[in-house]
């Protein structure tokens, strides 16, 4: 299986519905993330930990992905995170932007490095990824 292939089977799923996302993770993987919270990075566990958290705070939680870069064994994707909490589940809204690149291993996501930044209200920043077809 592709890295895009590994990526994309995780990112096109609904995180607050989907009890099996993790399985998609690899069991020694690490996550390097810079947001504006600060610097975290996270292991299996404590990816598994945010994605039960991810199921019991929101209703939907997705990714509409606009750039996928495959090489190798590597995988860089661009997106936004789109989410209705559970107070508001009619009201979807985005979230933040990602830059996530992946290093994949036995089929599963293995190495990440990622950034982020809140979205904002902008059409011009969330038509950007009208722009692009993955």
């Known amino acids: 299986m592709s890295a895009k292939t590994i990526a994309q089977s995780f990112y096109n799923l609904d995180l607050a519905k989907d009890d099996h ?3 998609c993770i690899h069991k020694d993987a690490k996550l390097k993330w810079h947001s504006s919270k600060g610097y975290t990075i996270l292991d299996y566990n404590g990816m598994d930990a945010m994605l039960k958290e991810l199921r019991r705070s929101f209703e939907s939680f997705r990714y ?34 990602f830059i996530t690149i992946w290093e994949t291993k036995d089929g599963k996501l293995f190495k ?10 902008s059409q011009e920043s969330l038509n950007s990824y009208a722009e692009i077809k993955v």
Do not use: M, W
């Open 21 to 23: 996302a993790i399985s």
């Open 112 to 121: 990440g490095f990622e950034i982020s930044q809140l979205a904002d209200d």
């Open 64 to 97: 509409k992905i606009s750039h996928v870069l495959e090489d190798n064994d590597t995988v860089t994707l661009r997106y936004t995170i789109y989410a209705a909490s559970i107070e508001r589940p009619d009201k979807e809204e985005a979230l933040a932007h």
